[in-house]
């Protein structure tokens, strides 16, 4: 107890003083990794910034959201799939760059955009395509039924109607919100799109130049050449050394440099599959209800309700055409009541049972008449008077009237009256008209005419029919399909989860990395030169987590597990980092350097070893191969048949220094060196009065060219040359 009391007495106050100490150091840790975290780090929430100029989150959101309803709506209302998303943020970074550049200049040369001119954009003759192209579920809404043109005042008739009875024309509000959106963004890029008009504007293609185009285009040469491919020469007759790799890059640096930071990754994925025991399962699934599946008559229920698929069951009528599997001739083969099955297509495991048989055509023309008695649940018509309207109808076309001024007067389906009530059908559009109208046309014969009666959701009525056609007349069955989706369980999905979280725990550092791929034999991947503003890494997919994550460590640092989507796991390695400037060589780059260097020795080593010969078939003989020919080069285009792109091979038939008929030195093509020798030559012989006629159409065709080419370049070359700062951990 003395010692107990002497320890309390002498070191208690530092005991304590230590405690303190590390519940404060608790707490700060909890608080930077909690709700109190934004406290302890720095409060500059800024996703990227341009020449000083500062962009927040609010704003790269507002412009995404603007991306993704404009996209909504001229995809019709397609979802967003991971791999366009991406696309779309790395978009939105940098058309967010390029408008604050723009801006800037645009400030400093007193380019404004009047409110008469947005008005104009938005209202006027002389509307933003964007404007002009508006559409409400796939329809454009500001065409003229009359012209088939865009006319501007609808486009005040459209604001006005959704805005006094929105209930009718926009219930859901979205309309207004697209159109919003458009309006927003038209007067945003108005200035951009007037500052990117000045400079294709200043395009000028002089008259010399474009005489020059006309001559190459019409200037030709034969060549007869021998190609040595650089597999002539063994890999193993030239070492590249990392001296000559570093030569290489300096001395083509403009294809080596980065303009901005990058990172390289290696990484292992852990794909999320199914196992044997999914496979087993859904096999299992399936062998279970096939007793009560032969037994049932009611195959419509039974598969909707015991189906993966949802409304999986159709009456589509399949012929050997249509039903397009590789196990049709197997079903379609089998008796009314029999099944196939259990096989495994398309991603799901299947069991077919065949509850019909008919001798169907594979399309049928017919032509008809509609006298409805109602329209979407309204009555607009009695059934004795609609009955009656038609049999006036049949009355005159008996008597002798042109079926199509029938039509025109009495038939009310508006899809068919300008084309005389005609409509061609396939066996399976079948299923998507009137059961009714589909069993006279498909179960009739050529020549048939009938009034039917029809009833279903859309409408109600009468219908008067005539067959004129039937095509491709063969046997068809109907089919009821029970469909299992093999996709991994949960259990298998913990179990590869648990795999990568062990693979990661236990391989902490980079060099257990490595060995632990070598080891377990995994398949190692590179994911190289990722920008900082990258949603979506080659190879990965959208994976912003870990670009993040490779901006926010240290070469060889391994990461968590990350999960892409429900595809897969991966465990990334922080390869290296690479700074503006010369690229530094890595595992990714390193293959397609040492190839270049070899393919120079080898050129090298070609030209000493045959180049001394002579003659083409001196060559072709020393190098084991053949001389061959090319009658068609123009001096326009570096593509020569037989050849390939050879631009070299191409500068040397029509270069006038370079004798006809003598052997060129070696030429250090694509593929390999060639040896060549110029055949003829044939140089452009248009006439003074025709180039003069020609002129004027081939500059507006450079100058047509080279404004696409500014439109093209001008965003990068004004991103590349400001001053840009991304903040990877706000975006």
């Known amino acids: 107890m003395s010692v107990i009391q002497t320890i309390r007495n002498k070191y208690g106050k530092i005991a304590g003083a230590l405690i303190a100490l590390a519940l404060v150091g608790f707490i700060i840790s909890d608080a930077r990794n909690g709700s109190f975290g934004n406290f302890f780090r720095s409060n500059d929430n800024t996703v990227i910034t341009v020449n000083g100029t500062k962009i927040d989150p609010k704003e790269y959101q507002s412009h995404l959201k603007e991306y993704e309803t404009l996209y909504s709506m001229f995809n019709k209302n397609r979802p967003l799939d991971e791999a366009t998303r991406s696309q779309m943020n790395e978009q939105v970074v940098q058309m967010l760059v390029y408008e604050t550049v723009v801006a800037e200049q645009c400030d400093k040369l007193g380019i404004q955009t009047s409110p008469d001119e947005v008005k104009e954009l938005i209202y006027g003759e002389n509307a933003d395509p964007i404007v002009r192209q508006f559409q409400v579920e796939g329809q454009q809404v500001f065409i003229n039924p009359q012209t088939n043109q865009f006319d501007p005042a609808i486009v005040k008739q459209f604001e006005k109607a959704v805005s006094e009875d929105p209930q009718k024309y926009d219930p859901t509000g979205k309309v207004r919100e697209q159109w919003e959106v458009v309006k927003s963004y038209v007067k945003r890029m108005a200035r951009v799109n007037k500052y990117n008009t000045i400079y294709a504007g200043s395009v000028y293609a002089p008259t010399y130049l474009a005489k020059k185009a006309v001559n190459e285009q019409n200037s030709t040469a034969g060549i007869k050449f021998v190609k040595v491919p650089y597999t002539a020469v063994s890999d193993n007759e030239v070492k590249v050394t990392d001296e000559e790799i570093t030569a290489y890059m300096q001395k083509h640096a403009a294809n080596y440099k980065n303009d901005q930071p990058t990172r390289n990754i290696e990484y292992v994925s852990f794909d999320i599959i199914p196992s044997s025991a999914d496979t087993a399962r859904q096999v299992n699934a399936l062998m279970d209800l096939k007793t009560e599946f032969e037994a049932t008559k009611d195959n419509k229920t039974f598969v909707n309700s015991k189906s993966d698929e949802i409304n999986s069951y159709s009456e589509v009528y399949q012929n050997k055409r249509t039903f397009m599997s590789r196990y049709s001739d197997s079903i379609s083969g089998l008796a009314v009541g029999s099944i196939y099955g259990p096989y495994f297509d398309n991603g799901a495991f299947k069991m077919t049972k065949v509850t019909d048989r008919k001798t169907l055509p594979d399309s049928v023309q017919c032509k008809h008449i509609l006298v409805r008695t109602k329209d979407r649940g309204k009555d607009v018509m009695s059934d004795t008077a609609a009955k009656a309207r038609l049999d006036s109808a049949i009355a005159m076309i008996n008597a002798g009237a042109p079926f199509d001024s029938v039509v025109a007067k009495y038939s009310e389906d508006e899809g068919s009256k300008d084309k005389g009530g005609e409509y061609w059908f396939t066996l399976q559009q079948r299923v998507t008209i009137s059961k009714e109208f589909g069993d006279f046309i498909f179960e009739g ?66 060099t257990e990395f490595d060995a632990a791929v070598k080891k377990m034999n995994l398949d190692k991947r590179v994911g190289d030169n990722i920008k900082v503003n990258n949603f979506s890494i080659a190879g990965l997919g959208s994976s912003r987590e870990i670009v993040r994550w490779a901006y926010n460590h240290k070469v060889g640092d391994i990461s968590n597990v990350f999960q892409l989507g429900e595809q897969r796991y991966v465990v990334a390695k922080l390869a290296s980092i690479q700074e503006p400037g010369l690229m530094a060589v890595t595992a990714a780059n390193r293959p397609m350097l040492e190839q270049k260097i070899k393919e120079e020795k080898k050129a090298d080593i070609i030209v000493k070893k045959f180049g001394a010969s002579g003659t083409l078939d001196g060559i072709a003989a020393a190098a084991g191969q053949t001389v061959q020919a090319s009658d068609s080069l123009t001096l326009a285009a570096g593509f020569i048949p037989g050849l390939g792109f050879e631009p070299k091979v191409t500068g040397y038939a029509f270069c006038n220094a370079f004798q006809m008929n003598a052997v060129s030195p070696g030429i250090k093509g694509q593929g390999g060196v060639y040896f060549i020798s110029v055949t003829r030559r044939t140089p452009s012989q248009i006439d003074a009065n025709i180039m003069n006629m020609i002129m004027p159409q081939q500059r507006r065709q450079q100058e047509g060219q080279l404004r696409n080419s500014v439109s093209q370049l001008l965003q990068q070359t004004m991103i590349k040359k400001a001053d840009v700062k991304y903040n990877a951990d706000n975006f």
Do not use: C, W
């Open 445 to 510: 014969s050529k020549g048939d005419k009938k009034t039917i009666k029809v009833s279903n959701d859309n409408y109600a009525g009468y219908h008067y029919i005539v067959i004129l056609d039937q095509k491709g007349i063969a046997p068809s069955v109907q089919m009821a399909t029970i469909s299992k989706v093999l996709a991994p369980s949960d259990s298998t999905v913990n179990a590869i989860y648990g795999r990568a979280n062990e693979f990661a725990g236990k391989n902490p550092t980079a």
